[in-house]
């Protein structure tokens, strides 16, 4: 398959892919990104959000809740926090996420990133139910 670029997922629990994909669609903290084959050399951080494969054998979706990405010119390699596939991420599994994000915002002192993370992960429960 022309024009493919080798991609790895991992958490911390599992390595959750390793395939040849022509494009990586990374919710990345500065925004959405599509990483392709020939791409820049880039490290990004990611805010959670789905990220996407797109590989011969069709499109395989996570639900990733932070980490980093590597991307070369030849693979991206991510690391997240928690990453899930998007068919185990139940709406109990979100609400669990959205919980622990509260928690967290009731003891911290940086509210604005407490707040944004909790809005992040509300987007991200409406993103999976779409």
């Known amino acids: 398959m022309a024009g493919t670029m080798q991609f790895d997922l991992v958490s911390p629990e599992r390595r959750l ?4 994909a022509t494009e990586v669609q990374i ?7 599509t990483a392709m084959a020939g ?3 880039t490290i990004t951080t990611l805010r959670p959000g789905i990220l996407r494969a797109v590989s011969a054998q069709g499109t395989q979706a ?3 809740t932070g980490g980093f990405a590597e991307i070369t010119a030849t693979g991206v390699s991510v ?3 928690r990453a899930i596939p998007t ?3 139940t709406p109990a599994v979100l609400d669990g996420l959205i919980a622990e994000a509260r928690s967290l915002a009731a003891t911290t ?3 604005d990133a ?3 993370l909790i809005d992040d992960m509300t987007a991200l429960k409406a993103a999976v139910a779409s």
């Open 114 to 116: 407490a707040d944004k």
């Open 79 to 81: 690391l997240a926090e």
């Open 27 to 33: 919710p990345a903290t500065e925004g959405d990104m």
């Open 87 to 89: 068919e185990e991420a």
């Open 62 to 64: 996570f639900v990733v």
């Open 17 to 20: 892919a390793s395939v040849a």
């Open 109 to 111: 002192t940086d509210k």
């Open 39 to 41: 791409h820049t050399p």
